[in-house]
C-alpha cells in the first residue's frame, strides 16, 4: 500500500521559488507513474508534472520551463522545483502515484489514471 505525504509549501512573491516534496512510503513497484497536480479555487485539479518509472518526465505547458519534477536515487521521494512563481500559481499542490507505466505523452491525461494521492500543500503567490 503506497502513500504519499507533501510538504514545502508557503506563501512567496512573485518571481521567487518553492522546493516541494513528496515522500512516499510503500512499494511503488517496478512499473510506475508520479504526478504533481494542481488545483486553483473554482478551477479544476490540473496536471502539471509527471514521471515515470523510465524517468521520461512531461510539463503542462503552463509551467514548462519554470518547474522540474525530479525522483531521488532511492525512489521514496519526489520533487517539484518551482521557479520564476506567478500569482496564477497559487493553488493547492498534490502528488499522485500509480502502478501503471505511462509513456510520458499520456503521464497528464487524466487525474483518474492515479489511484493514490497526498493530502495537498497550499502554495500562494503574492504580486
Known amino acids: 500500500q503506497v502513500q504519499l505525504a507533501e510538504s514545502g509549501g508557503g506563501s512567496v512573491q512573485s518571481g521567487g521559488s518553492l522546493k516541494l516534496s513528496c515522500v512516499i512510503s510503500g512499494n511503488l513497484g517496478e512499473r510506475y507513474s508520479l504526478a504533481w497536480f494542481r488545483q486553483a479555487p473554482g478551477k479544476e485539479r490540473e496536471g502539471i508534472a509527471g514521471?515515470?518509472?523510465?524517468?521520461?518526465?512531461t510539463y503542462a505547458q503552463s509551467v514548462k520551463g519554470r518547474f522540474t519534477i525530479s525522483q531521488d536515487g532511492a525512489k521514496n521521494t519526489m520533487y517539484l522545483q518551482m521557479t520564476s512563481l506567478k500569482p496564477e500559481d497559487t493553488a493547492m499542490y498534490y502528488c499522485?502515484?500509480?502502478?501503471?507505466?505511462?509513456?510520458?505523452?499520456?503521464?497528464?491525461?487524466?487525474?483518474?489514471?492515479?489511484?493514490?494521492w497526498g493530502q495537498g500543500t497550499q502554495v500562494s503567490v503574492s504580486s
Open positions: 514521471l515515470n518509472n523510465r524517468g521520461d518526465t
Open positions: 499522485a502515484s500509480t502502478p501503471t507505466y505511462f509513456h510520458p505523452d499520456y503521464i497528464l491525461f487524466s487525474e483518474k489514471n492515479f489511484p493514490t
